[in-house]
């Protein structure tokens, strides 16, 4: 990496060549004048490019291409503004500018109703771009020779954090105004999570950048390229391995029967009520304590951890005793592995027809290797996506039922609905807070998040200007914007069907069998073995239910997605990118997966037809 890759070179003519607007959809029909009851803007503070939310969608936006944030399928509670202020898009721009990314500066952000969709901001002055390249040169070196022990100390200190707001007795704290001090830390501890966040996936992704551009360059098609960077264990594998340990002792116990019988969300209370489950329960508590400090989603405070509600990981296990064997991970790992190192040969072959080329391959492979996206994009999620929101739940919570106890609010949960702004001036002087007006307000904020919420499977997945292509490798293989998933938005705003949906062949395999439709991972347990999943897109909370599923379709992603990354992991058959699965694909329909073309059939009528 002696001189700037071209790949990190994108000037003003590449991008017009880039971004070809063909059409436009309109966002006349999606413009709305209110926001959640009792906001207002002068509460919140932003500035452009860098803080700018909360903002709903307007006219003006619709000259650049908007995409639904895959993420948040829930959407924004008005606490969870926290995280839309602080964290995400917020932080993707600070990134940007401190570290120099040539050609981006981030995202920006915008609300439609509760939910968040995302623009890139590039950078258009050829001044301006070849000056952040050189910068970015200096720094990014120093992330390639140590980027595993840089994530390691960070782990270090994310563990401490953690560990300041998980020993605390919060119903030990002596006052509302103590909690409001520890809802201030607890905002504190989950910014500072997320800087840590983009620190290490900002440089991860450039190196897989310039990594992607020399395997094009020798000729290596683009569907191998992430074959090279799986078969790494990580955390989120750890705990999955440890979920079927204690499958395997319910087994051992002779539980499957009371498991087999009971509904999901009285297995705990069925558990503690028989005496040969005792030993089991043992065990698996000692499993929460270790594991259990997660969500069924990412960055949610709406969302309970395991610990707090532990009918997904019981329900889980459920499902996984369903299974006449326990999933075998040896074999998967060996088998990945196999894979990985059989594609590198075959890469190293390839480029033996270049002069120098082997040596350039392997050079960029040892680059993208010790810093490798692919892998970290699992790891990191076990301290930071899937944990670091919840001190801010667990306080709020808290201060919550106290409230509820005074008769200042009807749930203990309506402190969720409650901007932060309000809720820390609330608890710092609770006797002057009027505290009958937020009962009303959190009533109608609440309604105004379901209804949100349960249009979701019908809002569109981009508005405002659609590229005719993307060539930019990140957006094709991360976030799934290639041509396939554009002309599937075309065709479906023109009114189109669709019996066979193409997108990005992320695991290789051909799979049929029946669709199980979910749009969130709260019903992620009731997944039966042998069912083919079909979401937005998943994140590593979803993995335990790879081990059980057939196969994966995602309306987004690319080959470097945690749909894609986790299914070569598990050895089973993935289409990720696809636009339209969730909307066209309906639970009970057979439909077949090639993994290996990247093409999902459609049977809405029976028995394929070969």
């Not at 558990?271 to 499993?287: G, H, I």
């Not at 409230?403 to 702004?421: C, I, P, Q, S």
């Not at 992991?569 to 329909?589: D, F, N, Q, S």
Request: glycine share 6%; net charge negative.
């Amino acid at each position: 990496m002696s001189k700037i890759p071209d790949a990190l070179r994108r000037g003003p003519e590449d991008t017009k060549e880039v971004w070809l607007l063909e059409r436009v959809i309109s966002l006349d029909s999606y413009l709305i004048k209110e926001w959640y009851p009792g906001f207002r803007a002068e509460d919140f503070y932003y500035q452009e490019p860098f803080v700018n939310v909360p903002k709903l969608l307007r006219k003006e936006d619709e000259s650049a291409c908007w995409s639904l944030d895959f993420h948040w399928p829930r959407g924004f509670s008005p606490m969870q503004m926290t995280f839309a202020m602080d964290c995400w898009p917020f932080i993707s721009q600070f990134t940007c500018q401190v570290l120099d990314l040539p050609p981006t500066k981030g995202v920006r952000g915008r609300f439609l109703g509760t939910h968040l969709y995302l623009s890139q901001i590039d950078v258009t002055s050829p001044y301006e771009l070849g000056e952040r390249a050189q910068r970015f040169m200096t720094k990014i070196p120093n992330y390639i020779g140590n980027f595993n022990s840089i994530w390691d100390a960070r782990k270090v200190e994310l563990d401490r954090s953690l560990a300041y707001f998980e020993d605390r007795d919060l119903s030990k704290e002596e006052s509302l105004q103590a909690l409001g001090n520890l809802l201030v830390d607890a905002r504190t501890f989950q910014r500072r999570a997320w800087d840590i966040h983009f620190e290490m996936m900002y440089p991860s992704l450039a190196v897989y950048l310039v990594f992607y551009q020399v395997c094009q360059e020798l000729g290596i098609a683009p569907g191998e390229i992430s074959k090279f960077l799986q078969g790494y264990d990580t955390k989120i594998l750890e705990t999955d391995r440890e979920l079927w340990r204690i499958t395997s002792l319910a087994r051992q116990h002779d539980l499957q029967g009371l498991f087999e019988r009971t509904d999901a969300p009285d297995l705990r209370a069925a558990l503690d009520a028989e005496p040969r489950a005792a030993a089991w329960l043992k065990e698996f508590d000692q499993f929460l304590k270790v594991y259990g400090r997660r969500t069924e989603g990412i960055a949610d405070v709406m969302l309970p951890s395991w610990q707090e509600n532990q009918t997904s990981p019981l329900g889980t296990i459920k499902t996984f005793l369903l299974k006449p064997a326990d999933f075998d991970f040896t074999a998967a790992r060996k088998a990945a592995i196999a894979e990985r190192d059989e594609a590198v040969e075959a890469a190293r072959s390839q480029a033996g027809k270049f002069n120098g080329g082997v040596q350039k391959f392997d050079a960029a492979l040892k680059d993208a290797t010790g810093c490798n996206f692919a892998w970290w994009n699992d790891e990191h999620n076990y301290w930071i996506d899937l944990r670091a929101s919840l001190p801010i739940r667990e306080v709020c919570l808290e201060a919550g039922k106290r409230l509820v106890a005074e008769g200042k609010l009807n749930n203990a949960d309506d402190t969720l609905f409650m901007f932060y702004h309000e809720l820390t001036a609330a608890l710092a002087d609770p006797g002057k807070a009027n505290w009958r007006n937020y009962k009303v307000l959190a009533a109608s904020r609440r309604a105004y998040y379901d209804a949100w919420r349960n249009i979701r499977p019908e809002m569109p997945p981009v508005i405002g200007q659609i590229p005719e292509q993307v060539s930019d490798p990140v957006m094709i293989e991360i976030f799934g914007m290639h041509h396939n998933f554009l002309k599937a938005v075309e065709e479906a705003e023109a009114g189109g069907s669709f019996d066979k949906l193409v997108g990005v062949p992320a695991s290789t395999g051909v799979v049929e069998g029946i669709a199980r439709v979910l749009h969130t991972a709260e019903d992620l347990h009731t997944i039966l073995p042998g069912e083919i999943l079909v979401c937005e897109a998943t994140s590593p909370n979803w993995t335990p239910a790879f081990a059980k599923i057939a196969a994966c379709v995602c309306d987004g992603g690319g080959t470097l997605t945690h749909a894609s990354i986790i299914s070569r992991e598990y050895r089973i058959p993935c289409v990720v990118g696809t636009a339209l699965a969730t909307r066209t694909i309906k639970t009970g329909m057979k439909i077949r997966v090639d993994g290996t073309q990247g093409i999902v059939y459609v049977f809405p009528d029976g028995e394929p037809q070969d």
